[in-house]
């Protein structure tokens, strides 16, 4: 003997009732009956608006669990970037200048080459941002911690500061990880002027300070401190970085740019990073935070989202 239980309600996608798909037979004694041998199907509907709410909460657990994982493997890969560059600082393999400037143009530049590891549904893109912009703010909190002598990690200030004083930290590096969290709160992936603003931060202004540490023996007449080679470089590489990087985001569907308009507009943005990381405001205003800004307006006036 058996008892026939029935669900019966309406798929959450089709809206269709799916009553034969749920139905599931139980063995039960006869004993229960008391001598009667007669099988009583018993069909119990499920609240269609209950069913949903099941499903839905259990699609949410999925998510915020996916963007979880997705939060500490970029964590990892960051952690994991410093301690690389730090060792073979150690090991004498590359000058810590050298090292330092690494570490400011990969970072930036792997943060948001991760960004499409968090989910891509745009009504869930509100919270992987969020997900997302935890990244930069553990790294951020490092830098206060250790800026403030309240620890000390030999290997990130090393890493990151020019003299090794721990005090560093708490100017440029601090501010080029609240840049990556603003970008990633305000613009994400939704918007290239993000994408662009980093671009030009790490692999612009990074590069500038390579090239023209090594090849700027010809100062810019305004600016003693910068280089006509270290802004050539700025130019080019903020360019080049930034159409890689809104050419990847396209491929993957976020953008649908023309491109003979994307690269007069990304050029002009260039143009304008360029010319601010030239100036000489260094001492009052830091180019971590001066290049992205003015990237952001510029770019943001270029493409209007």
Same mark, same amino acid.
């Not at 990381?277 to 971590?288: A, F, H, R, W």
């Given at each position: 003997m058996s008892l026939s239980l029935s669900l019966l309600s309406r798929h959450p996608i089709s809206g269709r009732h799916v009553g034969s798909a749920a139905t599931h037979v139980f063995p039960i004694s006869p004993r229960v009956f008391r001598g009667s041998m007669s099988v009583w199907p018993v069909r119990v509907s499920l609240d269609p608006h209950t069913l949903r709410f099941r499903v839905s909460a259990a699609a949410r657990v999925g998510h915020l669990l996916h963007d979880a994982g997705a939060?500490?493997?970029?964590?990892?890969?960051?952690?994991?970037?410093?301690?690389?560059?730090?060792?073979?600082?150690?090991? =004498?393999?590359?000058?810590?200048?050298?090292?330092? =400037?690494?570490?400011?143009?990969?970072?930036?530049?792997?943060?948001?080459?991760?960004?499409?590891?968090?989910?891509?549904?745009?009504?869930?893109?509100?919270?992987?941002?969020?997900?997302?912009?935890?990244?930069?703010?553990?790294?951020?909190?490092?830098?206060?911690?250790?800026? #403030?002598? #309240?620890? =000390?990690?030999?290997?990130?200030? =090393?890493?990151?500061?020019?003299?090794?004083n721990p005090k560093e930290l708490l100017r440029g590096p601090l501010y080029y990880v609240l840049m990556l969290i603003l970008s990633a709160l305000v613009f994400w992936r939704d918007s290239p002027v993000g994408v662009i603003s980093l671009s030009m931060m790490c692999g612009g202004d990074g590069v500038a300070d390579v090239i023209g540490r090594r090849f700027g023996s010809m100062k810019i007449f305004y600016n003693e401190k910068k280089s006509w080679a270290g802004s050539i470089s700025m130019f080019v590489f903020g360019f080049l970085v930034s159409i890689g990087m809104l050419y990847f985001y396209s491929i993957l569907g976020y953008y649908q740019l023309d491109l003979i308009e994307t690269l007069q507009r990304v050029a002009l943005v260039s143009l304008?990073?360029?010319?601010?990381?030239?100036?000489?405001?260094?001492?009052?205003?830091?180019?971590?935070?001066s290049v992205p800004l003015a990237s952001m307006v510029a770019a943001y006036l270029s493409f209007g989202y």
């Open positions: 939060t500490a493997a970029v964590l990892v890969g960051a952690y994991g970037l410093v301690l690389s560059f730090d060792n073979l600082s150690q090991r =004498k393999l590359i000058q810590q200048s050298l090292s330092r =400037k690494l570490v400011h143009i990969l970072s930036g530049l792997l943060f948001m080459v991760s960004w499409p590891i968090f989910r891509f549904p745009s009504r869930a893109s509100t919270e992987a941002r969020y997900f997302a912009a935890l990244v930069p703010l553990v790294n951020c909190l490092r830098l206060v911690i250790n800026g #403030l002598s #309240l620890v =000390k990690d030999d290997g990130l200030i =090393k890493s990151v500061t020019r003299e090794g304008v990073a360029t010319v601010v990381e030239s100036l000489p405001i260094t001492e009052v205003v830091d180019d971590n935070i």
